[in-house]
T-cell receptor, first 115, second 114 residues
Framework: GDSVTQMEGPVTLSEEAFLTINCTYT??????LFWYVQYPGEGLQLLLK?????DKGSNKGFEATYRKETTSFHLEKGSVQVSDSAVYFC??????????????FGQGTILTVHP | KAGVTQTPRYLIKTRGQQVTLSCSPI?????VSWYQQTPGQGLQFLFE???????NKGNFPGRFSGRQFSNSRSEMNVSTLELGDSALYLC?????????????FGPGTRLLVL
């Protein structure tokens, strides 16, 4: 079945540091890829997505490129802020059949940014 | 446009009881998915409804069930609650549940089973 693997956390950075959170996936077919963020006590918010190979999703300074050859979708940000402290989830969604309405998530990466 | 809403936000139940959670999707969205989030298992897919029909189901026991109404609002029910059912239950909606569509999540219902 489909699966997503994220780098082990937690990740602790100083403000303005560079962020990378690795994400690799295994899937049948040709999935869409997503990064969601969860702030304490809240639901998930879409951060960015990519629906085909070599697409780059970007939002709020975060970027991720859909790499089909390496089955990866790594999240990057050039300069993190304290307000970026949250849990980040990589996810995939396949097409049709047993994939209707189903996101498959990685285990989540806790990011803490210190001033 | 109003976001996905879930009620109640918090629930405390005892083992053996049953519980019903409600989800109102974004207007115009016909696909509603439910997820269970726990520290140990992470985010796991429960089921998805579209046009009042369950199209997809995750690997959960039959105690977990759901339904969708003609206005796309959805409910999920857990019968004979167990301690392990304590979790954050998240509802998400999208237009049709398709591959490239964004799912929009509600704030969740936090269930504590004592």
């Amino acid at each position: 079945g489909d699966s997503v693997t994220q780098m082990e956390g937690p990740v602790t950075l100083s403000e303005e540091a560079f962020l990378t959170i690795n994400c690799t996936y295994t899937a049948t077919g040709y999935p869409s890829l997503f990064w969601y963020v969860q702030y304490p006590g809240e639901g998930l918010q879409l951060l960015l997505k990519a629906t085909k190979a070599d697409d780059k999703g970007s939002n709020k300074g975060f970027e991720a490129t859909y790499r089909k050859e390496t089955t990866s979708f790594h999240l990057e940000k050039g300069s993190v802020q304290v307000s970026d402290s949250a849990v980040y989830f990589c996810a995939l969604k396949n097409a049709g059949g047993t994939s209707y309405g189903k996101l498959t998530f990685g285990q989540g990466t806790i990011l803490t940014v210190h001033p | 446009k109003a976001g996905v809403t879930q009620t109640p936000r918090y629930l405390i139940k005892t083992r053996g009881q049953q519980v019903t959670l409600s989800c109102s999707p974004i207007s115009g969205h016909r696909s509603v998915s439910w997820y269970q989030q726990t520290p140990g298992q992470g985010l796991q897919f429960l089921f998805e409804y579209f046009s009042e029909t369950q199209r997809n189901k995750g690997n959960f026991p039959g105690r977990f069930s759901g339904r969708q109404f003609s206005n796309s609002r959805s409910e999920m029910n857990v019968s004979t609650l167990e301690l392990g059912d304590s979790a954050l239950y998240l509802c998400a909606s999208s237009l049709t549940g398709g591959r490239g569509e964004t799912q929009y999540f509600g704030p969740g219902t936090r269930l504590l089973v004592l």
